[in-house]
């Protein structure tokens, strides 16, 4: 699945991903290959993601992400 993170600076993140573990503000999850669409506001926290045995994260004030079709669009104020 495709993980495309943006922030008003520029992309931060964009390429194929095994997971992604998000901090939304209804508690943080876990997305994986054919997750059901989901609109949803993040809070503060990791967004970590997964490339092939390599795990990544961005540190995140806030921001929104939107899933459907294996795309993952996330739209952020990265932790400077």
Do not use: R
Not at 64 to 77: G, K, L, M, P, Y
Request: glycine share 8%.
């Amino acid at each position: 699945m495709n993980l495309s993170i943006v922030a008003a600076s520029g992309s931060l993140f964009n390429g194929e991903v095994n997971s992604v573990k998000l901090p939304s503000t209804l508690g943080s999850f876990q997305v994986y290959c054919n997750h059901a669409p989901i609109l949803s506001s993040l809070t503060a926290g990791q967004i970590t993601y997964t490339v092939g045995p390599t795990t990544s994260s961005i540190s995140v004030k806030s921001g929104f992400t939107s899933i459907a079709d294996n795309q993952i669009i996330v739209v952020c104020e990265p932790v400077k």
